[in-house]
């Protein structure tokens, strides 16, 4: 099943449980997708769903972070629902150990050497992370691998 006929199937599920928070994230969700269709003049396929739930989620994110810093909890509380509405739809997130590993192995195919090969290591790790790791995170681990044991 397609991420479109599911989130189709959890707006029906949310509108007969009468989950209306839950509705208002998957209607926004499926707002956005139509947006990007649009943008893009085609059907888009789960990958870039999955790209455009990426970017959702770190709206959220940002602006739960930035409602707690200015003393809106009960706004940082309804991003953060929405958050964890999004985050059912994302494939299940690398533990840093993983992302570590993998970002380890990229660095030596790649054959970077230094925090210069930056460029080299990040479009090939997010690549293979498509949606499993945060961006910001990724880009953290390639820093301090690529800085290595002497900074």
């Known amino acids: 099943m397609s991420l479109k006929e599911q989130l ?22 499926r707002s956005a997708i139509k947006n990007k269709e649009i943008e893009l003049r ?13 970017t959702l989620v770190k709206q959220r994110r940002e602006s739960a972070e930035l ?4 003393d809106r909890p009960e706004l940082a509380d309804k991003e953060e629902a929405e958050l964890a509405v999004l985050q059912q ?5 690398l533990s840093e150990d993983e992302l ?15 925090i210069k090969d930056i460029g080299k290591v990040m479009p090939v790790v ?4 498509k949606g499993s790791a945060e961006g910001r995170l990724v880009n953290q681990v390639v820093r ?8």
Do not use: H
């Open 144 to 151: 301090e691998l690529l800085a290595g044991p002497a900074d």
């Open 67 to 70: 409602y707690r810093s200015n």
């Open 42 to 54: 085609q059907d888009i396929d789960d990958n870039t769903i999955l790209a455009v739930i990426s």
């Open 126 to 129: 997010m690549a293979k992370t």
């Open 89 to 93: 739809y994302l494939p299940a997130q």
């Open 8 to 29: 189709n199937q959890d707006m029906k599920a949310a509108m007969k449980s009468r989950q209306t928070d839950r509705l208002s994230t998957i209607r926004q969700l």
């Open 100 to 114: 570590r590993a993998l970002v380890a192995e990229v660095i030596t195919a790649t054959g970077a050497a230094s």
